[in-house]
């Protein structure tokens, strides 16, 4: 099941802000739902930007590191801006969007994913691949 974080930032988390703390408390919410996925013998993969190291490893904790795998969409902030479908990145650097990742807003990128994935450079189908051999290699998928 697709955990998309826009989709969650307008259910489940909606109330939180773009701040720090409420930030943490998204990643915290989205990991708790994923590790109930899991405990269902479901995949969940949970498509959001987690800019803080330490709520990346709270996912982890709370899915089970055994049943966790962290993919980084490596791509840098210049091509994010480009793509940018909603001009959300000419809001934030307009000010009229604040604690924007990547702008007025830190990114930790991961020290050591299970997964890096350049887009720039892969297909979405060597992503796939990529993706797959890591559940295989973790016992998740056969």
Same mark, same amino acid.
């Given at each position: 099941?697709?955990?998309?974080?826009?989709?969650?930032?307008?259910?489940?988390?909606?109330?939180?802000?773009?701040?720090?703390?409420?930030?943490?408390?998204? =990643?915290?919410?989205v =990991?708790?739902?994923?590790?109930?996925?899991?405990?269902?013998?479901r +995949?969940?993969?949970?498509?959001? +930007?987690?800019?803080y190291?330490?709520?990346?490893?709270?996912?982890?904790?709370?899915?089970?590191?055994?049943?966790?795998?962290?993919?980084?969409?490596?791509?840098?902030?210049?091509?994010?801006?480009?793509?940018?479908?909603?001009?959300?990145?000419?809001k934030?650097?307009?000010?009229?969007?604040?604690?924007?990742t990547?702008?007025?807003s830190?990114?930790?990128?991961?020290l050591?994913?299970?997964?890096?994935?350049?887009?720039?450079?892969?297909?979405?189908?060597?992503?796939?691949?990529? +993706?797959?051999?890591?559940?295989a290699?973790?016992?998740?998928?056969?």
């Amino acid at each position: 099941y697709l955990l998309d974080g826009d989709r969650v930032r307008r259910g489940l988390s909606q109330e939180l802000g773009d701040d720090a703390a409420a930030r943490r408390e998204n =990643g915290r919410r989205v =990991g708790e739902v994923a590790a109930l996925f899991a405990d269902a013998g479901r +995949i969940a993969i949970v498509a959001l +930007i987690s800019p803080y190291r330490a709520g990346r490893a709270a996912a982890r904790e709370a899915a089970g590191p055994e049943r966790f795998i962290e993919v980084h969409i490596a791509t840098p902030l210049a091509e994010c801006e480009r793509r940018d479908p909603r001009g959300l990145y000419k809001k934030a650097r307009q000010g009229e969007i604040t604690e924007f990742t990547g702008i007025d807003s830190p990114y930790e990128a991961p020290l050591d994913p299970d997964l890096r994935i350049d887009t720039r450079q892969e297909s979405v189908q060597g992503a796939i691949e990529g +993706i797959h051999a890591c559940l295989a290699a973790k016992g998740i998928l056969t």
